[in-house]
């Protein structure tokens, strides 16, 4: 059965960017672990998780949707078949991040979210955030991209609580420099600020989502 995210990724298949990794995604690279597991949550069709695999990570590319999940198998199979390489260390696992995250503690070099963060209230979101702490090893690295109170799309649809609104079908919280710290108060803040972009917005007007990326000390 179809349904938004379903939707959405139906719009999205065939855009040149999923052919590349996210702006952020090469930006952020920097500041991984050489070696580890990444977990890509909410990967969508998994453009993000190819190129961490391609970079030598062992990979758990996750999404809430099977259909989705299985696209972004198909892509990886398609970008390591077309350069003749073996399928790389790659796991593909249904998440559903509104709930607890099925993994153990302490396990994971490097969580990352892409633009996946964003859909929940504050209490799902302080929950979401306590269990990426929880499954990251001591000195892993957490990465995310989230949509900021300064889009131009800020305030529109429907009030649900302080900065979320109901907007196109979907929950949507919107975060600014201070609240994204306090979500990740766990963590020691690495680089948090206003720089995001992305190829899929940038032509709307959205030059500046919110960027974090923190260490769990
Ligand atoms: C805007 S897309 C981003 C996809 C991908 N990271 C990218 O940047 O192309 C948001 C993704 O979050 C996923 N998502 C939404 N709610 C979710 C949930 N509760 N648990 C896990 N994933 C969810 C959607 O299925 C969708 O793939």
Redesign the pocket.
Known sequence: MSNV?ED??KD?SGKDW?NKP?LFAEEVIQYFPAHGTVV??????G??SVYFADKGYEVIS????LS?IQQADERARTFFEEKDEPMKAMRFQL????KLIPMDDDRISVVY????LH??DKSTTEQLFSEIYRILKPGGTLAFLVNSTSDPEYGTGEKIEDDVFFVEGKTKRYFNVESAKAFAHQFETILCDEEGK?Y?DIDKGVHNLIRYVGKKA
């Open positions: 995210w959405l990724h999205y999923l996210s890509d949550l909410g990967a969508g069709q453009q993000d996750s999404d809430r949707e989705i998440i559903d991040l509104s979210a892409h633009l996946s859909y929940f992305t899929k």
